[in-house]
């Protein structure tokens, strides 16, 4: 993904062009969903992590909690180069923006009880689809082995993980007790996130919900490990759009 001299990716540019536009058309800001819309993005907290950025770059200002509530201070035109912004503050976000890698969603993980998941659902979101982070922020090396996954339900809500929300998942194959990881269940093509636990002759996959039972699997073999939750994206609900 090519980035500008400001550090913007061309994601940021084209929100900002659509922010810019829509409020010029009809003097309000557009819903979380719209913004989506123009940039080809189904995720709403993926929507919520760029205008975070934008907010923090200076570019925008927005109340969290309020629904068209977002004001452009720097307007941007198609084919107009971003504004030349200064100080200490936007240098250094700016730094961190062009020092970000782009980690691919690679689909949905249930955090509820299990339920069938064909192959085809991981491709839910198209090749363009990811979500940009600061490379300081990853604690793997190699970001080759890190992707995405948008999570469905409320299972791990105590693990402060929502439905919607993002998980970054390293690749792995196995796992230490209490530990946080994306399993598939072979026998019946289901996925979900929880707690991993290797008891005495069976597999504990807790969830982080009191409301919850654990899922008890007897068949190790019947099991996969597709990797380990590194960090988590929050979605920010807004009241309404």
Do not use: C
């Amino acid at each position: 993904m090519a980035r500008r001299q400001t550090g913007l990716s061309e994601r940021h540019r084209k929100i900002m062009e659509f922010l810019t536009r829509f409020q010029d058309s009809h003097g309000y800001s557009p819903s979380i969903r719209q913004i989506g819309d123009s940039i080809n993005v189904k995720s709403t907290s993926l929507v919520d992590y760029y205008l975070n950025q934008l907010q923090n770059l200076g570019y925008i200002e927005r109340e969290d909690r309020i629904s068209r509530s977002i004001r452009v201070l720097q307007p941007i035109q198609p084919g107009v180069s971003l504004p030349a912004r200064v100080g200490e503050a936007f240098r250094g976000a700016a730094s961190a923006l062009a020092s970000m890698v782009s980690i691919p969603i690679a689909g949905r993980i249930v955090a509820s009880e299990p339920i069938p998941m064909p192959v085809s659902d991981l491709n839910y979101y198209d090749a363009e689809s990811s979500v940009d982070i600061a490379r300081s922020l990853l604690p793997a090396k190699d970001v080759n082995d890190l992707f995405a996954l948008e999570v469905s339900g409320d299972s791990m809500i105590d693990a402060m993980i929502n439905d919607g929300d993002i998980v970054v998942m390293k690749k792995a194959s196995s796992a230490n007790n209490g530990e946080m990881v994306a399993i598939w269940l072979d026998d019946n093509n289901e996925t979900t996130l929880k707690y991993f636990y290797k008891e005495a002759d069976r597999i504990r996959l807790q969830p982080a919900n009191p409301n919850m039972e654990p899922i008890f699997v007897k068949n190790p073999k019947s099991l996969r490990i597709m990797g380990k939750v590194v960090m988590v994206i929050r979605q920010v609900h807004s009241v309404a759009g």
